[in-house]
């Protein structure tokens, strides 16, 4: 199934112990966390009933609350650990996460980007 109709956080700033060291890790620094999550929107926008949406706020809340759990070497394992929480979500039949950090000289941000599907049963 293709998936189109989306809503999304953007940009949302997570403090997480994260890094390939024991130094990096040692103290919280701030990621950037994005997501797409898709699921069918139109029931939603004619009825303007959230049940049939996402809740960003809780969203966003089990991101931070998992996040904080850290600590996390990779920011790979940051970006599955987001998928997780936005599956969880009972209408959600996938999702793109993109989470950046910046830690290099002369570049914005590194990081990684997944796209997670729903498994069907």
Do not use: N, W
Not at 94 to 115: C, D, W
């Amino acid at each position: 199934m293709a998936h189109t109709d989306h809503v999304f956080i953007d940009g949302m700033e997570v403090a997480c112990r994260l890094g390939t060291t024991e130094e990096e890790r040692a103290f919280p620094q701030v990621v950037s966390v994005s997501v797409k999550i898709y699921l069918p929107l139109k029931r939603a926008a004619e009825s303007e009933d959230l049940s049939l949406s996402v809740d960003y706020a809780a969203v966003a809340d089990d991101i931070r609350r998992s996040l904080a759990a850290g600590p996390f070497v990779l920011v790979e394992a940051v970006a599955e650990m987001v998928a997780h929480c936005v599956l969880k979500q009972p209408l959600v039949e996938a999702v793109t996460v993109r989470v950046e950090k910046r830690i290099l000289a002369g570049i914005r941000a590194v990081g990684a980007e997944v796209h997670r599907e729903r498994k069907k049963t």
